[in-house]
Nanobody, 117 residues
Framework: QVQLVESGGGLVQAGGSLRLSCAAS????????MGWYRQAPGKQREWVAT???????NYANSVKGRFIISRDNAKNTVYLQMNSLKPDDTAVYYC???????????WGQGTQVTVSS
């Protein structure tokens, strides 16, 4: 069973940066596409970024140019570097994994990111 544990969330002022980490276990990490999603209060969960097994990345338009997703297969960890943070980035951020599927089917418990104005 895949286990994903996020860390790195917190409170930051607008314009600041945070780096989220997600440690994976119970799977061959390098065989998984990894993603980040977020859910703001009262809103649906939305996709943020994906990094594929080959290293290709995709980003939501709302974070493109500000966030960077990366992975370290030796450490079974995926990262989300968040720069130029805005109050609208406030949400619970979730790590997700998928292996040979079109949808993410393994999820972490989430980490809170709060951006103050």
């Amino acid at each position: 069973q895949v286990q994903l544990v996020e860390s790195g969330g917190g409170l930051v002022q607008a314009g600041g940066s945070l780096r989220l980490s997600c440690a994976a276990s119970g799977t061959v990490f390098s065989s998984n596409d990894m993603g980040w999603y977020r859910q703001a209060p009262g809103k649906q969960r939305e996709w943020v970024a994906t990094i594929h097994t080959g290293g290709n990345t995709n980003y939501a338009n709302s974070v493109k140019g500000r966030f960077i997703i990366s992975r370290d297969n030796a450490k079974n960890t995926v990262y989300l570097q968040m720069n130029s943070l805005k109050p609208d980035d406030t949400a619970v951020y979730y790590c997700a994994a998928r292996q040979s599927k079109e949808y993410f089917d393994s999820w972490g418990q989430g980490t809170q990111v709060t951006v103050s104005s």
